[in-house]
Nanobody, 123 residues
């Protein structure tokens, strides 16, 4: 069992930045591929970014060049640096863990989820 707790969400103006964090506990964090997803009101949860056990990263086209995912295995922490934020980035952001070496963009492939943190970008 893995517990995931996100933090760092908030309200920011368009063009601003936020840094989300996800702290994991319960199992060896380094054994998991990790990802961020987001869900806007009335929409399905969508893939944002992922990082595998070796540190290789992958991004959705909508955030490529603006968001950076990283992990610190010593601190059991996953991060998402979000720059040049847009109103369309407004959503609840979720941290997810997959007990595989490789990441996936599908929600069904992840075993554990955090409770989410709200990000609101005003225009």
């Amino acid at each position: 069992q893995v517990q995931l707790v996100e933090s760092g969400g908030g309200l920011v103006q368009a063009g601003g930045s936020l840094r989300l964090s996800c702290v994991a506990s319960g199992r060896t964090f380094s054994n998991y591929a990790m990802a961020w997803f987001r869900q806007a009101p009335g929409k399905e949860r969508e893939f944002v970014a992922a990082i595998n056990r070796r540190g290789n990263t992958y991004y959705a086209d909508a955030v490529k060049g603006r968001f950076t995912i990283s992990r610190d295995n010593a601190k059991n922490t996953l991060s998402l640096q979000m720059n040049s934020l847009k109103p369309e980035d407004t959503a609840v952001y979720y941290c997810a863990a997959r007990q595989r070496s490789l990441y996936s963009t599908a929600t069904t492939q992840y075993d554990y989820w955090g409770q989410g943190t709200q990000v609101t970008v005003s225009s």
